[in-house]
């Protein structure tokens, strides 16, 4: 059996260890029962949408239908919710808790649809049996799902960041004709500045400090990106992630 540690430490792949505290059991508890109920609502008022609306509806298919979405619902509310939240539902959110991939990055789809499509295997054989079993003899208190997605829960940072990066697909960047051609760029300096961009918001401040120093400064003059005294290097680095995505295809 493993002691549950009570932080995670992760080795960045720009060398920089962040560490997060692990969320305690009770706060996953009342943050899962909060989504329980939020989804019970949701089938309710499916049932009474589906009884008012369709009222000339056969019996059976009625009922087919409740059940379909009695499956559906709590899949799509944990898989969609965590994607579009970086890791929380609204339980989540409510109690302080995030979902991450091991390696400190935002959960993928990949990771949201198999950590839930797991939940099945936690609740049998009786409530929650085997996924309280996993969590207590776990070093990193994960579920099974968490086990097969590679994801830990972790106690949500309570600073506010002080940049919120805009999403790598929203359009295009305001500052990308500032950033010059990039000729030469390649594919591994796009995914360390992908991975730079994306964690930079949620690090404390002197990781933001050594990370802009150790990545984006000797980037910008390898590739000769402007320095702009009144804008953050890390709205450039965006700038560069979504010129070079949209160039190449990866957006």
């Known amino acids: 059996m493993y002691v549950v540690q009570h932080e995670f430490a992760v080795l960045t792949p720009d060398k920089a260890v ?21 989804v019970a609502g949701i089938i309710v008022l499916f049932s009474l949408v589906l009884s008012v609306g369709i009222g000339r509806l056969d019996p059976g298919i009625a009922t087919a239908l409740v059940l379909i979405a009695s499956f559906l619902v709590p899949l799509g509310y944990f898989i969609l919710s965590e994607v579009w939240m970086n890791g929380q539902t609204l339980g989540k959110k409510a109690t302080g808790v995030r979902v991450r991939m091991l390696d400190g990055t935002p959960i993928t789809w990949n990771a949201a649809c198999a950590r839930n499509m797991l939940r099945v295997a936690d609740i049998l054989p009786g ?32 600073n506010t960041p ?22 030469g760029m390649t594919l591994s300096e ?18 933001q400090h050594e990370m802009v120093v150790q990545v984006w400064i000797p980037f910008a003059e390898l590739r000769q990106v402007p320095p702009m005294p009144t804008i953050h290097p890390i709205f450039l680095a965006e700038a560069v992630v979504m010129k070079y995505g949209r160039r190449n295809g990866l957006l």
């Open 162 to 183: 002080k940049y919120v990066i805009a999403p790598h697909r929203a359009g295009l960047h305001p500052l990308e004709s500032q950033v010059g051609e990039l000729e």
């Open 190 to 207: 796009y995914h360390a500045l992908k991975r730079f961009a994306d964690r930079f918001p949620e690090l404390p401040d002197r990781i």
């Open 18 to 38: 962040v560490t997060y505290r692990l969320a305690g059991l009770s706060a996953r508890i009342f943050a899962h029962l909060l989504d329980v109920i939020i």
């Open 127 to 158: 409530p929650y049996l085997v996924g309280l079993i996993a969590i207590f003899t776990n070093a990193k208190a994960q579920r099974l799902g968490d086990m097969l997605a590679g994801t830990v829960v972790v106690v949500e940072r309570r």
